[in-house]
């Protein structure tokens, strides 16, 4: 057994561990694809694969509870067989769209396997042992990782020599066919994502970004720089609110005069437990072991009985589910609810579940659009676009792009949920702050979709007119007048077909025909 | 107009918000919920959910179902949530214009079963399901647009 599949298979098992890493994008093929390239001795390789395949997985994300191909088990594969047979970006996809489909079933059915023991997590709240749920909701999460890493190891260990012998034998003409059909594929990922902010209000801004990347030749990162101040100017957002917000939440706490108090570092690691909040995800309770796990600090603070504790387990054992990113401040804002419950008998115990289901599913809404709308798309968006060129700063741009943001958000809201509690929230509601919010973001993800087109797909056709002399190539003449014409067209071909109820596995086919058939009578190149 | 109505008890959410609303083109999303239209902090919660462009309207179930058959509410285009099986069926009896539910989400409780990933449901839901079917609602199963529909028919 090789080293290096051992390493492969390691790279996926942390990218398997991403729901206990904050849901940080680690999973995506443009982290995973440069460090399989880096084992096998070809990082570049992989950072174009890594990128290849991010912009056919773009649309592809994880809102509530529906989960999407198993883009880590297929990018992984599918970077690490292109890059041993030395066959390049078109056979990464070819195989890592059918892999990725065969895994997420295997998935689905370690989903059956975690509503059986949320039984046993019952049984521990029950005795007010938090120390058995901590350990159980580690232990099942594990096994995905494990199980999956095991997958690949087998895969890789069985199959990379029939496969390399296999791959040996595709004609040229085949890859050159796969190679543009896998140039149209992103085509896909932008119509899925345009289905989701597209319309007509902000169609304007789609364009902008279009024309800026297509006539302009502008990069990635300055049309998203651009979409921030437009977003600004259009939403007349001014960095002055937060303060106006402190003013308000400050003196919330003080009457009280609590018995039993939480300290900064009880918050701090309600914050850093958040990280494994989607562990041990399951379709009967959704994230409810990964809330009771990350309680936990601040339940050992305050209830010293086993009866007070049983009672806060179980509480914090019913179902939840919301965006990870926006997880803390419900977080925070429980701990000092659990805290005001533990000083005053006349407490409501009740009240906390009341607030905790009665935010899970708006505060999703507004953190999953914010996350997966706007900072994913702006992060993709620049870091494919480095990427895609061999530039190792895509993927590292990416992470953080997104994740500065994602973290820095995190770990104060936990601190101004706890602080601050509802009162918070209502101030946003008060000064129609999320309105503004929500519609800055979106022009300013749109833009950053109407880039991608112009940026991302390199689809020309090489169709001349005229005798050998006066040869003229139709592909110089749109240069000119229409530059990215033929990608624009397709993503809105395809956005039609997406806004009509097809099916996204037909669009796939179909792209890959139309793509195949095109390079074969040499209609695209 | 109506352009989907969905049982989800999670109202609006993520999937509501960010996938629904932008599927479907619509600029006003009713909420019908007895309990939620005299709750001032739900009322609250929701209302920053509520995506950017569109209006958001809590109303008890007898409000909302006035102001479906109002002539003045053709003009919007309307995502209806409900929260359960039991409101469905109370607004489908009294709105003419629901030829068809979406089942979203319905969390697991004590007597239901999952039928599918995200939705459970006990005996005295099955027995609605089945009069809504006897009169001729389409009743179809999908967390997001993008999902195919699965028929509650089928699953039951």
Redesign the interface.
């Known amino acids: 057994m090789s080293l290096s599949y051992i390493l492969i298979a390691l790279i996926a098992m942390f990218g398997h561990s991403e729901d206990f890493l904050g849901t940080t994008l680690l999973s995506r093929p443009l982290v995973l694809g440069p460090l399989v390239g880096l084992v096998l001795g070809d990082p570049e390789q992989g950072v174009i694969i890594g990128a290849t395949l991010e912009l056919i997985f773009m649309g592809n994300i994880k809102?509530?509870?529906?989960?999407p191909p198993d883009v880590i088990t297929g990018g992984v594969l599918g970077t690490a067989f292109a890059i041993i047979s030395g066959k390049g970006p078109a056979i990464a996809l070819a195989i890592a769209v059918p892999v990725s489909i065969l895994a997420e079933m295997l998935i689905s059915s370690l989903?059956v396997f975690r509503a059986v023991i949320n039984k046993k997590f019952n049984q521990y709240a029950d005795e007010g042992d938090f120390n058995g749920i901590q350990r159980l909701h580690i232990l099942s999460g594990i096994i995905r990782p494990i199980l999956m890493g095991i997958i690949i190891l087998l895969a890789l260990q069985l199959g990379a020599t029939v496969m390399k012998d296999f791959l040996a034998l595709i004609p040229a003409w085949v890859q050159t066919g796969l190679q543009v059909a896998g140039n149209m594929l992103p085509a896909l990922g932008f119509a899925?994502l345009m289905?989701?902010?597209?319309?007509k209000?902000?169609a304007p801004y789609f364009f902008l970004g279009f024309m800026l990347a297509a006539y302009l030749k502008l990069p990635v990162i300055a049309i998203g720089g651009l979409g921030i101040i437009i977003a600004l100017i259009v939403t007349q957002v001014t960095p002055k609110t937060d303060d106006d917000d402190d003013d308000d939440f400050s003196e919330s706490k003080e009457e009280a005069k609590p018995l039993k108090k939480l300290n900064n570092k009880d918050i701090r690691n309600v914050f850093l437990r958040s990280m494994a909040l989607e562990a041990n995800f399951n379709?009967?309770?959704w994230q409810n072991t990964g809330y009771a796990f990350s309680i936990i600090p601040v339940l050992k603070r305050l209830y010293t009985t086993k009866e007070a504790m049983a009672a806060a387990l179980k509480r914090h054992l019913q179902?939840f589910?919301?965006?990870p990113y926006g997880s803390t401040l419900i977080l925070g804002i429980t701990a000092a609810m659990e805290e005001q419950n533990s000083n005053d008998p006349g407490f409501d115990a009740e009240s906390i579940s009341t607030?905790k289901l009665?935010?899970?599913?708006?505060?999703?809404?507004?953190?999953?659009?914010l996350f997966?709308?706007t900072f994913k798309v702006i992060a993709a968006g620049v870091g494919t676009s480095l990427a895609i060129k061999g530039n190792i700063m895509g993927p590292v741009l990416f992470l953080l792009i997104f994740n500065v943001p994602h973290l820095v958000l995190r770990y104060n809201l936990t601190f101004i949920g706890y602080r601050a509690g509802?009162k918070f929230?209502?101030n946003?509601?008060k000064n129609n702050v999320?309105?503004r919010l929500?519609?800055g973001a979106?022009i300013l993800g749109l833009m950053v979709v109407g880039a991608m087109p112009a940026t991302l797909m390199s689809i020309r056709t090489p169709i001349s007119i005229g005798s050998d002399k006066s040869e003229i190539t139709i592909q110089s003449v749109l240069d000119q007048v229409v530059p990215a014409i033929i990608p624009l067209g397709l993503t809105f071909l395809v956005y039609y077909f997406?806004?009509n109820g097809a099916?996204?596995t037909h669009l796939l086919l179909g792209l890959l025909a139309l793509g195949f058939i095109g390079s074969m009578i040499h209609l695209f190149a | 107009m109506i352009k989907l109505t969905r049982i989800d008890d999670r109202l609006v959410h993520g999937q509501v918000a960010f996938t629904w609303t932008p599927a479907l083109g619509v600029n006003c999303l009713l909420i019908a919920n007895d309990k939620v239209a005299k709750d001032e902090f739900l009322k609250m919660a929701l209302g920053l959910a509520k995506p950017a462009g569109t209006k958001l309207l809590i109303k008890s179930l007898a409000d909302a179902a006035a102001f479906l058959n109002d002539e003045k509410s053709r003009n919007l285009k309307i995502l209806l949530i409900i929260n359960s099986v039991k409101d469905a069926y109370a607004l489908v009896n009294e709105v003419s214009e629901i030829k068809s539910v979406n089942f979203g989400g319905i969390r697991l409780k004590d007597g239901a079963k999952l039928i599918s990933k995200a939705v459970a449901i006990d005996d005295e839901d099955i027995t609605l399901v089945r009069e809504l079917l006897d009169k001729g609602i389409e009743l179809e199963l999908r967390q997001v647009p993008t999902d195919t529909k699965q028929m509650v028919g089928s699953l039951i």
């Open positions: 809102v509530g509870a529906a989960i989903f899925l289905n989701l902010m597209f319309n209000t902000v379709f009967e309770t179902l589910n919301t965006s607030v009665g935010l899970m599913g708006p505060l999703a809404g507004v953190f999953d659009s997966w709308g509802t929230l209502q946003l509601a999320m309105d929500t519609k979106s997406v806004k099916k996204t």
